[in-house]
């Protein structure tokens, strides 16, 4: 079974409590090899003009496709809440993206793996390197903590660990 790494973000308040929401539903649905970051601060990415996002990295094993987990994910989001505007980054109080799947590469008009963004993420990066120092791209076969190290400042999001993930 191909090991699964999904990347978790809110930013509408209780951003926590939609993490855990998730992460509790995953687990339940993803038992194998599940384990969970600690959660970490961030500002929007880009810079956009909103709230603070609270993101999280969890992985476990499945035996599902790439797309039907997608489907699946897609499924969560809508079922905590998630209203898709139209807007690309719009505020969101769930968004679940697949970083890594196994050693996959796709790209399709649903999915690209890995993420298409990874490597310009801090918040997918150190959330992941967390659950697993040794991941590698497998796009790039670069190893994941040397595309953190490598990350330009203009992309940094002052990503900070938040301690007490109860208040996001």
């Not at 687990?27 to 810079?47: D, H, I, K, N």
């Not at 970083?99 to 992941?128: E, I, K, M, Q």
Request: aromatic share 8%.
């Amino acid at each position: 079974m191909p090991k699964v790494f999904v990347v978790l973000g809110s930013n509408i308040e209780p951003k926590s409590r939609y993490l855990d929401l998730a992460l509790a539903e995953l687990a339940q649905t993803y038992p194998v090899g599940f384990a969970a970051s600690s959660a970490y601060r961030s500002l929007p990415y880009q810079g956009l003009e909103q709230a603070a996002y609270l993101n999280r990295a969890c992985t476990f094993e499945t035996t599902q496709t790439a797309n039907v987990l997608l489907e699946s994910l897609l499924a969560l989001e809508l079922k905590l809440g998630r209203k898709r505007t139209g807007l690309h980054w719009d505020e969101r109080t769930l968004d679940l993206d697949i970083a890594l799947y196994g050693d996959l590469v796709l790209s399709s008009p649903d999915l690209t793996l890995p993420h298409y963004d990874l490597a310009n993420r801090d918040f997918f990066l150190v959330p992941l390197l967390e659950l697993d120092p040794r991941l590698v791209d497998p796009r790039s076969g670069q190893p994941l903590r040397l595309l953190l190290e490598a990350l330009p400042p203009s992309l940094k999001t002052q990503l900070e660990p938040w301690p007490d993930h109860d208040q996001g």
